[in-house]
């Protein structure tokens, strides 16, 4: 990813918004977790934990459990760092 790492990290942290907005589920789980792995990469840890926490929301409107959990996991190892 050449250019600009962080903008394109907040793109997808829009994109997983609007999908949760339009009741996408599972697109906007999937996208929230690009956003989180972007956001890791970049550094942002908060911003990263906050699309963890999103990606949950949504895994669990679309009836996934278990990937709902697994967000939450991962979120709760960031705050322990």
Known sequence: MIGYPIA???ITDTRAMIELKQKKFEAA???AEEAARLYL?????PDALA??????????????D???RECDSRARELTAV
């Open 66 to 68: 278990s990937r709902a």
């Open 29 to 31: 789980a999937a996208t």
């Open 41 to 45: 990469e970049f550094g942002t840890a």
């Open 51 to 64: 699309m963890l926490e999103i990606a949950a929301e949504a895994w669990r409107k679309a009836g996934e």
């Open 8 to 10: 394109i990290a907040q």
